[in-house]
């Protein structure tokens, strides 16, 4: 009997283990597992208009943004996995960043430890709330807009392209490294080797350990309220819920925890180049001043903002102004199409592009698409003033975008519904509860004049850094029709990500995929979009989930039924009362005609066409009245 009751014990010992692994490995796999490193051969980069040296320190420079922690102690971290004593892998290898969708460089002087691109080390930051000088490390925008299109063990480097990185789950893989260095005796002490080198004593070690343990608690404080209440929408590869997410660290995590909102609307990184000249920025085409959007931006990457503590500057901040003006001026260049340019296809690489079907594809372009993308970008037509603004009051013109509703586009709608109902109580920065729309342009701006009072600018070097442009930030029920040149380089489509490919986003809605995989950096000339194949921890995209639809900007015929349903507009006109069809169906070889076409699309040469552009305005007197964007309905 005794033997018996020892094998039982036993038995239910090993089961346990074995159910305990199982879990362990489940949770692993859901909240942290990435598909393997998806490694190539060599690595192409295209001519885009930057020397190597600019993109160098592109990849590099700090935007005032952190993770926290000090540099010294990222480089100490070990990967987040069980080793039973034995050392694991450093976390910032290759390999184990490069899972998670992060890109490398080689020979990089801006970067001597190898990090990932858009890891920057951050040697003046100083923290506004303790005034507490340290280096550390953090994200700047190379991290999300930098894409690679890997083909048969090529990867072609997009500047300013959309990055595939999975930054939730890299967040949490980094959490997690923190927690096990902290609770995990051996690991911690060779963590405190490496950090203490030849002042490691026993004194020191746990000295260190208080500091780490306060830096664990403040890099789990947004990680807390992610629990507290959990994303409806999975962001996963090449995707964030931008808005969503800059709201909540600024207003939730650094001010008042009654501010975070749900995250349900990731949007797909943007690609740049353009985008300095354009009226406004964001998908919803609700920012205007390239230093509140991009300030914004590395508010919502953690740069730090102090916001409740009275006693030291509030709006006191850990932004880089200085740097984030010359990142914004690299893009954008003095003049419009002189800064960072769009891919152009490599066919060497991708394939020849079958000219015949582009020139058919041209003319369909012209009658479908061109009334709401604007003519091509190296055309003489993109030049005629109408698709310029007026110049605003430091003489400087714009490129207008068509925003276009969002019931007429028919496109998921959580993205502008999130943005334009979002309220923030303001506590002690003290100005009661506000919209969103008003809040971050407020803080931001507080924030960015803080650093320009401290660097003794004068108010024209504040206007050059706002790209001047005045602080107006809104809420519009639209999304805007950006210039397609490069468009071929950014799967997946849509604001959302929602489609895989271009010959989908051309097809009815019936004909999209209803749910694919999203983590394979394989590119598929052919459809022009990423492999969408299972792969093992990839993200399962579910169009049917909240902000993730694949509705609208469909071209497909009415039934009969829906054609009699037809309404007349006020001047006779009939117009769809469909949501989101915008023109009839397109033949598999239109579609495929429209795709060719689309991957010749490309910036302008102003070594190749010279001629003004914007081209003057006739009607001096008109310039300087103030014009009024709305939606297309």
């Known amino acids: 009997m005794r033997l018996s009751c020892r094998r039982l014990f036993w038995i239910i010992l090993i089961l346990a283990i074995g159910v305990g692994i199982y879990f362990a490995k489940s949770w ?43 540099y010294n102690w990222f480089l100490a971290l070990e990967q987040p996995i069980l080793t039973l004593g034995f050392p694991a892998a450093p976390f910032r290898d290759k390999n184990y960043l490069g899972a998670y969708g992060f890109l490398f460089d080689s020979n990089n002087p801006e970067n001597p430890d190898e990090l ?17 000088p340290m280096i550390t490390i953090g994200l700047t925008c190379a991290a999300c807009h930098t894409g690679q299109l890997n083909y048969r063990g090529t990867g072609v480097r997009i500047e300013g392209g959309q990055s595939m990185a999975n930054v939730i789950k890299f967040q949490t893989a980094f959490g997690f490294a923190m927690l096990l260095t902290y609770y995990d005796p051996l690991r911690f002490d060779r963590f405190a080797k490496n950090v203490l080198g030849a002042k490691y004593s026993a004194q020191n070690k746990t000295n260190l350990k208080t500091e780490f343990y306060q830096t664990l608690q403040n890099v789990l404080k947004a990680a807390k309220l992610d629990e507290e209440i959990p994303p409806l929408t999975e962001e996963g590869f090449g995707r964030l819920d931008a808005l ?9 995590v650094e ?26 920025v964001e998908y919803n085409g609700s920012v205007l001043q390239p230093m509140t959007r991009n300030a914004g931006e590395a508010l919502g990457v953690f740069a730090s903002i102090n916001l409740t503590d009275p006693s030291q500057t509030l709006f006191q901040s850990s932004l880089d102004v200085e740097n984030i003006y010359h990142l914004e001026k690299m893009i954008a260049g003095n003049k419009p199409f002189e800064g960072l340019k769009a891919p152009q296809w490599p066919e060497q690489i991708f394939g020849e592009i079958n000219q015949q079907k582009a020139t058919q594809g041209a003319k369909l372009y012209q009658t479908h698409c061109q009334s709401c993308h604007l003519p091509p970008m190296d055309s003489e037509e993109i030049c005629e003033p109408q698709y310029w603004t007026n110049p605003n009051k430091w003489g400087k013109r714009f490129l207008k975008l068509k925003l276009v509703n969002v019931d007429l586009l028919g496109t998921d709608d959580q993205e502008v519904k999130d943005w334009a109902k979002r309220f923030v109580e303001t506590k002690q920065v003290g100005l009661g509860v506000v919209k969103g729309e008003l809040g971050l342009p407020l803080t931001v701006e ?3 004049n803080l650093k320009y009072d401290a660097l003794g ?22 999304y805007k029709a950006r210039p397609l040149d490069g468009i071929w380089a950014t799967p997946p489509f849509l604001h959302n990500g929602s489609v895989s490919n271009l010959y989908q986003l051309l097809s009815p809605v019936s004909e999209r995929d209803k749910t694919f995989y999203v983590g394979s950096q394989e590119f598929d000339p052919q459809s022009v979009g990423y492999n969408t194949d299972y792969l093992k921890n990839a993200l399962l995209f579910d169009t049917t989930t909240i902000g993730n639809h694949n509705t609208g900007h469909e071209y497909r015929d009415l039934t009969e039924q829906e054609q009699q349903t037809w309404i007349k507009d006020a001047q006779g006109h009939l117009k769809f009362p469909f949501r989101g069809v915008l023109g009839k169906a397109f033949t598999p070889e239109e579609r495929w005609a429209l795709v060719e076409y689309l991957k010749t699309l490309k910036s302008r040469d102003l070594n190749v066409q010279t001629t003004v552009c914007p081209k003057p305005l006739m009607l001096i007197e008109e310039t300087n009245k103030e014009e009024v964007d709305t939606c297309v309905h």
């Open 457 to 478: 600018f004068s108010q024209e070097q504040r206007d050059e850094y706002n790209g001047y442009r005045e602080n107006k930030v809104r809420s519009p029920l639209c």
């Open 28 to 70: 692993y796999n859901q909240k942290i597992g990435v598909p393997p490193y998806q490694a190539v051969n060599h690595i192409v980069s295209l001519e885009q208009g930057w020397s190597k040296e600019h993109a160098n320190w592109y990849h590099q420079a700090t935007q005032g943004s952190t993770f926290l922690i000090k």
């Open 255 to 280: 001010l008042y925890k009654g501010n975070y909102r749900v995250i349900d609307a990731p949007v797909s990184f943007p690609f740049l180049w353009g985008t300095s000249w354009f009226d406004w």
């Open 244 to 252: 969503n997410r800059i709201g909540n660290y600024v207003f939730a």
């Open 446 to 448: 507080k924030a960015v």
């Open 116 to 132: 990932p691109i858009g890891f920057a080390k951050n040697e003046h930051y100083v923290d506004p709330i303790t005034q507490q």
